[in-house]
């Protein structure tokens, strides 16, 4: 595997680390029982920290790519192994 593909793949699971990690830790106004502003949204965010979303994306995303690439060298999961409806007839 070339090193612009592990970029690219570790690229990908950044960005979807990034969107699954976006709810977590986050409380609203209620929640926390502040104040909210006039014309806010109820499920507004009130400690969104984009950084430490970043931080924790970074290191979700740095061990399923490790993992993506250690299975890709070892092969400890293939094709044939999810591969859950058989061979199509008249494909052998």
Known sequence: MQLTSII???LL??????????PFGVRTADEAGV????GQAD???INF???????RATILSAVL??????NFI???????????FGTPPGYE
């Open 8 to 10: 690219a793949i570790y």
């Open 13 to 22: 699971f950044w960005v979807m680390s990034a969107f699954v990690l976006l």
């Open 35 to 38: 104040e909210k502003v006039p």
């Open 43 to 45: 499920s507004a965010p």
């Open 49 to 55: 920290r984009p950084w430490r979303i970043a931080w």
């Open 65 to 70: 790519c490790a993992l993506y690439v250690a």
């Open 74 to 84: 070892e092969g400890w999961v293939t094709v044939d192994d999810i591969n859950i």
